[in-house]
């Protein structure tokens, strides 16, 4: 599956009510293989995580994230500011900035597939 993302900046508004797992709240959740491409490319579309939860929380077996700014993302709990992520991740031609989390990987927390352990950024 793919979503492509005109100019504009997308702002979670929904706060995680200090849960990691619930799926009707904060981050962004990917279980699935999935292409996100900012179709006027990263100083035009922004993800905004608004300063209430990291951005997304990918499960999905390949996630490429393509022509956007992920910004102001905060996880209170857990890692990853802006993204955790497990599995296999592509990030292209994108921006990540002014991510923050009380635990480890201020921009990205992830645990690839056979990679035998952890990078965080």
């Known amino acids: 599956d793919t979503i492509t993302l005109a100019a504009g900046t997308y702002t979670l508004s929904i706060d995680n ?10 981050d962004l959740n990917v279980s699935e293989s999935l292409t996100i491409i900012g179709s006027a490319g990263p100083t035009l579309t922004v993800i ?3 300063q209430i939860d ?3 929380s990918i499960t999905g077996d390949v996630v ?6 992920l910004q102001n993302g905060q ?5 990853g500011g802006a993204i955790i992520a497990e599995g296999t991740l592509v990030i292209e031609d994108s921006i990540i900035r002014n991510n923050r989390t ?7 927390s992830f645990s690839g597939v056979n990679s035998g352990g952890m990078l965080q950024i």
């Open 102 to 108: 009380d635990g480890f990987g201020g921009a990205i």
């Open 48 to 50: 905004d995580g608004g």
């Open 54 to 56: 990291r951005i997304f």
């Open 17 to 26: 009510g200090g849960s990691l797992s619930d799926e009707q709240e904060g």
């Open 75 to 79: 996880s209170s709990i857990g890692d």
């Open 64 to 69: 490429t994230i393509s022509g956007v700014t």
